[in-house]
């Protein structure tokens, strides 16, 4: 069984702080870890994966995120936030044994004001 | 690469009536994935197919909804008939052989009325 969960439904944060994003994950295997981001109206668009490697993933727009094992955590950051960062994100896993089948979180809305 | 295109974009139909909803997969992708958004539920997955297959449709909420898939470059979901409750955001995705990162639609809003 796979399972995500993303702590807070909405995350404020003044334009040029840092911003981070919540997400921690449970699968009975080795997890694949992904973020998208929804702008209204407008599908999901992929920013960052971790299958393996360095737990330090990097993606567009300046977003990075770091895959924690131990604490079964892929926490999204961005050292310096913009305004067009408002949007809603979202958490995703598969655990390597169950083919194609995304868990998502219920998503994360983050405001960034001037 | 044109994305994954779905259409309509929105539709807005009666209750009872029937409802097509349209997509397209990135050309080279062989994994198609059918999503509901709403409000109360999130990202709901419906149903994805494998080279053209249906692989997993324990999402589908009940027989009124149907999906086909048949060739790679198109997939229809149905809902036949539709019930105010329908009413939500589908979302279409497209991915390399299920395993990889899918790639979204823009989405069909759909109102029943």
């Known amino acids: 069984a796979q399972s995500v969960a993303q702590p807070e439904d909405q995350v404020n944060v003044a334009e040029g702080n840092p911003l981070t994003v919540k997400c921690t994950y449970s699968v009975s295997g080795n997890p694949y870890l992904f973020w998208y981001v929804q702008y209204p109206n407008r599908g999901l668009q992929f920013l960052l994966k971790?299958?393996?490697?360095?737990?330090l993933v990097k993606g567009s727009y300046g977003f990075e995120a770091e895959f924690n094992k131990s604490q079964t955590s892929f926490h999204l950051k961005k050292p310096s936030a913009l305004v067009s960062d408002s949007a809603l994100y979202f958490c995703a896993v598969r655990d390597d044994g169950s083919w194609g089948k995304f868990q998502f979180g219920a998503g994360t809305q983050v405001v960034v004001t001037p | 690469d044109a994305g994954v295109i779905q259409s309509p974009r929105h539709e807005v139909t009666e209750m009872g009536q029937e409802v097509t909803l349209r997509c397209k997969p990135i050309?080279?992708?062989?994994?198609l994935f059918w999503y509901r958004q709403t409000m109360m539920r999130g990202l709901e997955l419906l149903i994805y197919?494998?080279?053209?297959?249906?692989?997993?449709d324990s999402g589908m909420p009940e027989d009124r909804f149907s999906a086909k898939m048949p060739n790679a470059s198109f997939s229809t979901l149905k809902i036949q008939p539709s019930e105010p409750r329908d009413s939500a955001v589908y979302f279409c995705?497209?991915?390399?052989?299920?395993?990889?990162?899918?790639?979204f639609g823009p989405g069909t809003r759909l109102l029943v009325l």
């Open positions: 050309s080279g992708h062989n994994s």
């Open positions: 995705a497209s991915s390399l052989n299920g395993q990889e990162t899918q790639y």
């Open positions: 971790y299958i393996t490697g360095d737990n």
């Open positions: 197919f494998n080279n053209n297959v249906p692989i997993d």
